[in-house]
């Protein structure tokens, strides 16, 4: 397979997480605890994003792993609300990690990709995020974030 070498490759760095639309956090800790022996290993309410949010992973797994993201809506007219209206409770994002969300999302643009934030926002532990539209992106919606540092 020819590879583009002008796509800046560079600019991702790892399969951060998959997000799971869930109507209750603890049931959701619960399962994955009891069948998986998987902890959360972050715990964070995002107002802005209308959810409760819980990192889910092996507790010693490697720091770079990918982890299970586990969203409960704050409200029912929240994003997660509203997905889980429309599907049931199921994946609701791939995320990828980068460490220049800038430059990536210039990228994105150029190749006619549609970012649903004009400025990225806050994500968990203080990330910046924005997500590539679910119909530019093979129907997932993909995530993009730039972890603090
Ligand atoms: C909608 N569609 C999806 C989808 N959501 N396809 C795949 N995966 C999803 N999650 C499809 C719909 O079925 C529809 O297809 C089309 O996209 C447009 O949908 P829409 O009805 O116009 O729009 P909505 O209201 O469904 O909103 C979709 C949109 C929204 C992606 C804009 O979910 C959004 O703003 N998401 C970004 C924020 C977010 O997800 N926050 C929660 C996670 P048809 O064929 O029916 O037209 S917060 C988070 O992740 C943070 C904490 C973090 O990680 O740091």
Redesign the pocket.
């Known amino acids: 397979m020819d590879i583009d070498m002008n796509v800046p490759h560079e600019y991702v760095t790892a399969i ?2 998959v ?1 799971v ?1 869930v109507p209750d956090l603890d049931e959701a800790l619960a399962y994955y605890r009891d069948c998986y022996g998987m902890v959360a290993l972050h715990i ?1 309410t ?1 107002e802005e ?3 409760k ?1 819980a990192m889910v992973g092996l507790p010693n797994q490697h720091p770079n792993a990918a982890l299970i ?1 586990v ?1 409960s809506p704050l409200s029912e007219d ?3 609300g ?2 889980l209206a ?2 049931g409770p199921g ?3 791939l ?1 990828l990690r980068t460490n220049n969300l800038d430059a990536l999302s210039e990228h994105l643009k150029a190749q006619g990709k549609r970012l ?2 004009p400025e990225p ?5 203080g ?1 910046r ?1 924005n ?1 590539v ?3 530019d ?1 093979g ?3 993909l ?1 993009l ?1 730039e972890p603090a540092s």
């Open positions: 951060d997480h997000g639309a964070e995002n994003q209308g959810v949010e993201q969203l929240s994003t997660i509203k997905f429309k599907n994946l609701q994002q995320c649903l934030y926002k806050k994500g968990t532990a990330a995020i997500f539209h679910p119909k992106a129907g997932v919606l995530e974030t």
